[in-house]
């Protein structure tokens, strides 16, 4: 097949939307010359970014960064693609806008007199620099459906191209501008920047989160991951009648807003990590017969530290300057905006948690089964240990649906109560079987209770500096 003119072949191409991207770039290759486009990005989207760049790459060299740790170095070698450069596709998304690298990615091309071609993601301000040069954006109206774009993304590098030999509209200027420096476009703290990230959070999806997970080097245990929780809306609880609900305490399905982000520790805490504070006489070791032979066991020192009562793991919590987290942080941590019922999807997945048909007789080390995370990156929420959480369980006083400021989270204070001391364990264990997995399972317990299928994590809040105000 072959064409008159470039736009004949796109006109053909636009009515036979089943083409792959492949046959697509094929089509038009006749006609559009190859270029080096580089593409200016925020890291939300970069699972996105990198389908349209596999997309654009049998026929363009496309260029990414594909680097995560901002440095001078990584710094320079961007701008130094940059230059090289025939053309900058820039995504426009409410955090690509915020982003001081990608600010300073479009200002530096500008002074370059290279030409942009902007894409809009997701609806946001339309930068100044951009609109006072009259330079148009293309709105995205189906980002899944990448070849559609592919023609708008030709069409415009096809006018780039005629302009580029027609004109000196995109001629290096001479003498060339200094590049800006690292140092005056580094942003605030990575975390501080995180924290204001998710401050803002308006996902519908859980992929529209990105995960942050990082240590804090003043902390007891400096290598303890935690993983950031935005702000957001989930579905709490289930429907599910008692032949899918093991325990009957999750009905009924509601509705809860979490208004401020936290911290959730990635993992259960260890054998290793409750040593420490053992040897600083801060805690008691582990006691029941099993759980104190996998606490000796150096092959289960990354393993869920087990049989502990509640009132030793929130001490252990509070050494950390930490708490248990409550039952709602602990369910939308696991599910996330889209109140998924595993961590990982609405699937049951045997390959992605630690439970009865694949325990191999105990408990499995933290880091297994990464692909089981959920949402935000933590691991585990489903099998290998239950966990311990800060809300109290008496179904008289506090009857679910979940109400926050009922007194569940607060201290005791009718202490005649004797169920006031019971506690709500969270997860499904390493022996129990499938359907006891669901993030929206419900179980309880006395806090003195002992059980080598019983382990917990650790919540820690937002830091009072950090709040909306001062992270952005």
Known sequence: MSFETPNDALLIADRSDQWHNDRIIGLVSQ???????FISYSSDDQEWVHALAHALNPHHTVWLDRR????????????????????????????????????AEIEYALTLRKPIIPLMLIPCEYPDTLKTRRI???????????????????????????????????????????????STISPLDPIKEAIARAWDFKGM??????????????????????????????????DDGENKDPSNLSKPLHQQKITKPFWIAKYPVTNAQWRLGVELNALPRPKSNV??????????????????????????????????????????????????IYPWGNTFDHDLAVYRGNNGGAPHIVTSRAQGASWVGACHLSGNV????????????FPYPYVENDGRETAITHQSWQRLYDR????????????????????????????KETGFRCFRPIDDSSNRDQST
């Open 68 to 103: 995560v740790v901002p440095s001078s170095d990584w710094w320079e070698a961007i701008l130094a693609e940059l230059k090289a450069s025939e053309c900058l596709l820039y995504i426009l998304t409410p955090r690509s806008v915020e982003s001081v690298y990608c600010r």
């Open 205 to 238: 999806k859980n992929r529209d989160w990105t995960p942050f997970i990082t240590t804090f080097p003043d902390f007891p245990i400096p290598d303890m991951p935690f993983c950031l929780v935005p702000v957001g809306s989930f579905m709490m609880g289930s």
């Open 424 to 451: 709500i364990t969270r997860g499904g264990s390493w022996k129990d079987s499938e359907q006891f997995l669901p993030t929206w399972v419900r179980w309880w317990s006395g806090v003195n209770a002992r059980s």
């Open 386 to 397: 239950l966990e311990w959480c800060n809300t109290r369980y008496f179904e008289k006083a």
């Open 291 to 340: 759980s104190d032979r996998w606490y000796d066991n150096p092959q289960m020192a990354n393993a869920p530290v087990t049989g502990i009562v509640w009132n030793d793991a929130n001490k252990f919590a509070q050494w950390l300057g930490c708490r248990l987290p409550t039952e709602r942080e602990w369910e939308y941590a696991a599910r996330g905006v889209e109140s998924l």
């Open 136 to 182: 148009q954006y293309h709105p995205i109206a189906d980002p899944d459906a990448i070849s559609n774009l592919l023609w708008v993304i030709e069409r415009a590098l096809h006018q780039v191209t005629v302009d580029r030999y027609t004109t000196n509209k995109y001629q290096l200027p001479d003498p060339l501008p200094s590049p800006p420096h690292f």
């Open 31 to 37: 006609w559009f010359t190859s270029m080096k486009l």
